[in-house]
């Protein structure tokens, strides 16, 4: 499976023919076209705008590579896209290809217990997620914020997409700034910042 590098150097690289035969054997026992996917940190990086270019594939081949990883000859001829987990190095492929499996099959009608926590995922309408609480209503002194326990479906609503834009604002000032708010968003927002006890506006003026 693997070979010293031609022009010397460390590590070793994963030769053509063994994955070749792999991918040309499964192309031709599928009867739907097969995309094979490299997982590579030199790909396009893997996110939840990116997903859908390989969410639309019916046949999904995704390969993992190790050591310096694969022969270039191979992923010229063979392969269709290259994806990145992020700007790091792993050791192998095998975990970002389950990142992938696990982000894919949690976007399928039925894979989780209520549709809606996907399209309220961070990310999904370019925003963190609002935080989350569950029982105990107090523990260890920390109470959950009261609007929560109001009843009020509106209010509820409304500080939700505060908290997102908020913390979107504090965490990630490079989604905020790409996110369409309306008068009404940028209303909250302003309220959440205004709100902040001093020194706690981060890297913000
Ligand atoms: C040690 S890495 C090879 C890195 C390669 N020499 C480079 O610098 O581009 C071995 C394998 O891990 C996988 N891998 C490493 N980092 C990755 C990342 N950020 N995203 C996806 N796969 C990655 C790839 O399949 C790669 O072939």
Redesign the pocket.
């Known amino acids: 499976m693997d070979d010293s590098p031609y022009g010397g150097g460390p590590g070793m690289v994963m030769s053509v023919l063994p994955l070749r035969r792999a991918i040309h054997a499964l192309r031709a026992a599928s009867d739907v076209q097969v995309h094979v996917a490299?997982?590579?940190?030199?790909?396009k990086t893997i996110s939840e705008q990116t997903l859908p270019e390989l969410e639309r594939h019916e046949h999904l081949c995704l390969l993992?590579?190790?050591?310096?990883?694969?022969d270039e000859r191979l992923l010229v001829r063979d392969v269709d896209s290259e994806?990145?987990?992020?700007d790091?190095?792993?050791?192998?492929?095998e975990i970002?290809a389950m990142a992938v499996i696990d982000a894919l099959t949690r976007r399928l009608p039925g894979a989780l217990g209520d549709e809606r926590s996907a399209s309220e995922d961070s990310f999904v309408d370019g925003l963190l997620d609002y935080p989350h609480y569950t029982r105990p209503e107090v523990v260890d002194g920390q109470a959950v914020p009261p609007v929560l326990l109001s009843g009020n479906h509106a209010e509820i609503a409304r500080w939700r997409r505060q908290q997102s834009l908020g913390r979107t604002w504090l965490r990630r000032p490079d989604l905020i700034t790409l996110a369409c708010l309306d008068k009404t968003d940028r209303a909250l927002l302003e309220a959440f910042i205004e709100a902040l006890p001093a020194g706690s506006k981060g890297g913000h003026s």
Do not use: H
């Open positions: 490299y997982l590579s940190p030199q790909g993992a590579g190790r050591y310096e990883g694969v994806w990145s987990l992020g790091f190095v792993l050791s192998g492929g970002a």
